[in-house]
């Protein structure tokens, strides 16, 4: 199985403020990986793919990075809504697995 | 509108059984593989199964092989996970979604449907 690594567990921060949160694969996935968004009590969304493929119609302040084994999911000018937790997610066989979230809250 | 909805959750000891379903309406599900993700209460997602289009292919996470079984009617437009020697840990909230490929080679789930809540009593 492909471990996921996600760090931190959980921030704090302001709207306005970049955020930066890391997934880390126990060995390499290329870059299939993928973000998704989640709001409490709702279903996850799907934001990015192949690691930094948007999907239709998310903001472009969501962007990710990453090859291999090491992934970054950035979000620019942290807006309201997306206070979140985010999930990654790779998909490089039939078995795919999740990084355990990272929780964004206010500050 | 593109839709999933999921039944059949509930309050079930442990040792029992319960068979999810998961309803489609505004795609169709024969064109897809599809899968089943669970969240438990406070944790993250964690994959449970997945199916091929035609259900020729199926595959679980290692903790419910043996007892979980995923299947689909075509026809109906319908997904299942017939879940049977339910332990506590399986106590979550169960998500079908559809997982398709978003570019070649590049599988994600993209749409989800509103997830329905399985309580395993010890």
């Known amino acids: 199985d492909i471990q996921m690594t996600q760090s931190p567990s959980s921030l704090s921060a302001s709207v306005g403020d970049r955020v930066t949160i890391t997934c880390r694969a126990s060995?390499?996935?290329?870059?299939?990986l993928n973000w998704y968004q989640q709001k409490p009590g709702k279903a996850p969304k799907l934001l990015i793919y192949?690691?930094?493929t948007l999907q239709t119609g998310v903001p472009s302040r969501f962007s990710g990075s990453g090859s291999g084994t090491d992934f970054t999911l950035t979000i620019t000018s942290l807006q309201p809504e997306d206070f979140a937790t985010y999930h990654c997610?790779?998909?490089?066989?039939?078995?795919?697995?999740f990084g355990q979230g990272t929780k964004v809250e206010i500050k | 509108e593109v839709q999933l909805v999921e039944s059949g959750g509930g309050l079930v000891q442990a040792g029992g059984s319960l068979r999810l379903s998961c309803a489609a309406s505004?795609?169709?599900?024969?064109?897809?593989?599809m899968g089943w993700v669970r969240q438990a209460p406070g944790k993250g997602l964690e994959w449970v199964a997945n199916?091929?289009?035609?259900?020729?292919?199926?595959n679980y996470v290692d903790s419910v092989k043996g007892r979980f079984t995923i299947s689909r009617d075509n026809a109906e437009n319908s997904l299942y996970l017939q879940m049977n020697s339910l332990k506590a840990e399986d106590t979550a909230v169960y998500y079908c979604?559809?997982?398709?490929?978003?570019?070649?080679?590049?599988?994600?789930?993209?749409?989800w449907g509103q997830g329905t809540a399985v309580t395993v009593s010890s």
């Open positions: 979604a559809r997982y398709i490929m978003m570019a070649v080679m590049f599988d994600a789930f993209d749409i």
């Open positions: 192949a690691a930094s």
């Open positions: 505004g795609l169709t599900l024969q064109n897809y593989w």
């Open positions: 199916i091929k289009k035609d259900g020729s292919e199926k």
């Open positions: 060995r390499s996935i290329s870059n299939y």
């Open positions: 997610q790779q998909s490089l066989n039939s078995f795919p697995t």
